[in-house]
T-cell receptor, first 111, second 112 residues
Framework: DVKVTQSSRYLVKRTGEKVFLECVQDMDHENMFWYRQDPGLGLRLIYFSYDVKMKEKGDIPEGYSVSREKKERFSLILESASTNQTSMYLC??????????FGEGSWLTVV | GQQVMQIPQYQHVQEGEDFTTYCNSSTTLSNIQWYKQRPGGHPVFLIQLVKSGEVKKQKRLTFQFGEAKKNSSLHITATQTTDVGTYFCAGLESEGFNKFYFGSGTKLNVKP
């Protein structure tokens, strides 16, 4: 069975903290994605990666960075968390142009 | 840049009524996919359309891809409470890094 695993389901962090969201996929997919989902705004792409160590900015990269040191793992980093980054974060992976498989989501609250 | 617009944002129907959501792209798409997200869940793949004018059916769901490959629709016949959720389209750009552009989603509520 296809699996995209996000390390944390629920997190509460303080303003200014560094936050790591980890994602692992077991399908040998080249492409991995981080989305942010907010009510009424749909899925907004933060970053995506099409190969190890390769990354491209999505629609809303400000305040975020990513790391892909291994093919199966794609990390989202909030260098200094702010309250406007409170959201649900979805990791996803796919073969190029194919079905996108999503993780369960990580609910981040920044206080 | 590439944009995929999806309407309506919300739809409330009585069980048994039909439902349609529409997606429009500013540019020609290579293909389009549809996803369903149940409340509290994550988006799950429903179908992919590739050919111009393509129509596909899954039980009560009918998916269409426009002739110009710029628009698509999802129609549900005789909705049931199990259809509740948010439906997203995702258009694949023809060139570049195989990046999908998601519509903003249509949230469907079905009253029993």
């Amino acid at each position: 069975d296809v699996k995209v695993t996000q390390s944390s389901r629920y997190l509460v962090k303080r303003t200014g903290e560094k936050v790591f969201l980890e994602c692992v996929q077991d399908m040998d997919h080249e492409n991995m994605f981080w989305y942010r989902q907010d009510p009424g705004l749909g899925l907004r792409l933060i970053y995506f990666s099409y190969d190890v160590k390769m990354k491209e900015k999505g629609d809303i990269p400000e305040g975020y960075s990513v790391s892909r040191e291994k093919k199966e793992r794609f990390s989202l980093i909030l260098e200094s968390a702010s309250t406007n980054q409170t959201s649900m974060y979805l990791c996803a992976s796919s073969f190029p142009g194919n079905t996108i498989y999503f993780g369960e989501g990580s609910w981040l609250t920044v206080v | 840049g590439q944009q995929v617009m999806q309407i309506p944002q919300y739809q409330h129907v009585q069980e048994g009524e039909d439902f349609t959501t529409y997606c429009n792209s500013s540019t020609t798409l290579s293909n389009i996919q549809w996803y369903k997200q149940r409340p509290g869940g994550h988006p799950v793949f429903l179908i992919q359309l590739v050919k111009s004018g393509e129509v596909k059916k899954q039980k009560r769901l009918t998916f269409q891809f426009g002739e110009a490959k710029k628009n698509s629709s999802l129609h549900i016949t005789a909705t049931q409470t199990t259809d509740v959720g948010t439906y997203f389209c995702a258009g694949l750009e023809s060139e570049g890094f195989n990046k999908f552009y998601f519509g903003s989603g249509t949230k469907l509520n079905v009253k029993p």
